[in-house]
């Protein structure tokens, strides 16, 4: 009967070990689920919630996402853009306008013409047989006096010659109310023209730049003293920057 009852109680203490080491066991598995599950709760604010800040300082949108990179870089690209806006200007507009004409560009002066410049003759002592032509000009901005004026007696085709002997070093540039000087020989004093006679106007016309022609339009001059004799011997000087200049031949 003794025996019996060990042999149950064996029995009974078994069961009850076993069911301790399965129930062991299950918590460790448990214990090991739970671990895994940790990490992932405790990292959550630094995947761009609510709660983290932007990595590029800004707040980030409802959704967890980052609105911050987006912005600056639209940002970027739009001062990237005003940039090369900018520079694509100066260079068409670098280097004249002033002007203007700063494109590195030249401003060209005009020509002299009637349309902008006074013309006065008047008749002169010495030397005999000239008269002294002066041009100013009435105009607000510079011109230049090419040449030698174009000069018609009355209602003559041919232009007066020029007296090459003249030729300045350079082209006279007449500020405004500044004034050129040309001399005109209109009878040689020996008598050695031909085709003698008695003008009383002189048309008077600018040379252009090139040298070939004139441009602008003419000045109608009447002749002091109810006109003056000419003849073929006639000629002009070049224009000077001085009066004496343009008397000296």
Not at 7 to 13: F, K, R
Not at 116 to 130: D, E, F, G, I, L
């Amino acid at each position: 009967m003794r025996t019996t009852r060990r042999a149950t109680q064996l029995v009974a203490a078994t069961a009850v070990l076993t069911a301790s080491l399965a129930l062991t066991a299950c918590q460790n598995d448990t214990t090991k689920n739970n671990g895994s599950q940790a990490p992932t709760a405790s990292s959550r604010p630094l995947n761009g919630g609510q709660d983290a800040q932007s990595p590029s300082g800004g707040d980030g949108d409802s959704n967890g996402k980052d609105s911050g990179p987006a912005k600056s870089g639209h940002a970027s690209k739009a001062a990237l853009s005003s940039g090369a806006s900018g520079g694509g200007n100066t260079g068409k507009n670098g280097s004249g306008q002033t002007a203007g004409q700063a494109n590195g560009s030249r401003v060209t002066t005009a020509a002299c013409t009637g349309a902008h410049v006074k013309v006065t003759v008047t008749k002169v002592r010495r030397p005999v047989n000239h008269m002294l032509l002066t041009a100013t000009n009435t105009g607000s901005v510079p011109c230049n006096a090419y040449g030698a004026p174009y000069l018609r007696w009355d209602d003559g085709q041919a232009a007066t010659m020029f007296l090459e002997a003249s030729k300045p070093q350079a082209v006279v540039t007449l500020a405004p109310g500044e004034s050129a000087y040309a001399g005109i020989m209109y009878e040689s004093a020996d008598g050695s023209g031909s085709e003698g006679h008695t003008a009383r106007t002189l048309g008077v016309l600018f040379g252009n730049r090139a040298g070939d022609g004139s441009t602008g339009p003419s000045v109608r001059l009447t002749l002091p003293n109810g006109g003056v004799h000419t003849d073929s011997s006639a000629w002009v000087t070049y224009w000077q920057s001085r009066s004496e200049d343009a008397l000296t031949w």
